[in-house]
């Protein structure tokens, strides 16, 4: 299965879409531990995103992630801009020039986005981030990718990552505001988890429609 820039930038659009649906959904779980901007400020970025790719005419999906990473660098804040903007600035570089791309681009991308974030900001699974989102994610992508199509890869790699969301409730943060209130933090989703799902499950939800 072959991706078009055409379809790439159908998916940041539907993702900008689900964003702006789950808004209430990531306050709420951001005003529980946390300071409860995310999903504010994320649909502020991601807004501003669907506004730019609309508006260019490049075929270069290197390119429109990184003009993607660059407008939430400056438009989301807190620790979310850097960590996804420079996810997506370092995701384009490595996928700069192509026009297309395929399952193995894919994988690409999201590893380059986990590499980023881990020099950002270190964390590891189990530290109630999103983190225990995007790990399991893109290691079960990688494990199964080499024997399955696409979507086959992308479903099965997308349950990990579900899984991995689902089990920041029972964690204690150890990372950010909301590593302050130790045991307290038991019980809630992480929102940078849950909103790292809303951008994977997006992406497949999109790819299955190509």
Known sequence: MIITAKDFKKIFIDIANIIERNVDYLTELDAEIGDGDHGVNMNKGFKKIKENLLGTGTEDIGEMLIISGKVLL?????????????????????????????????????????????????????????????????????????????????????????????????????????????????GHIDVGAASSYLILESFYNSIKTF
């Not at 960590?83 to 600035?89: A, K, P, Q």
């Not at 020039?97 to 270190?122: Q, R, T």
């Open 74 to 186: 400056n438009e989301i804040g807190g620790a979310m801009g850097p960590l996804y903007g420079g996810g997506f600035i370092k995701a384009g570089t490595a996928l700069k020039g192509k026009n297309s791309i395929d399952k193995v681009d894919i994988y690409n991308l999201f590893s380059a986005m986990l590499d980023s974030m881990n020099i950002i900001a270190p964390a590891k699974i189990g530290d109630k981030t999103l983190i225990d989102t995007l790990e399991p994610f893109i290691n079960e992508y990688k494990r199964l990718m080499g024997e399955n199509d696409l979507l086959s890869t992308f479903s099965k790699a997308l349950i990990k990552a579900k899984e991995g969301m689902e089990s920041t409730k029972d964690m204690i943060s150890r990372v950010g505001r909301s590593s302050r209130l130790l045991e307290r933090s038991i």
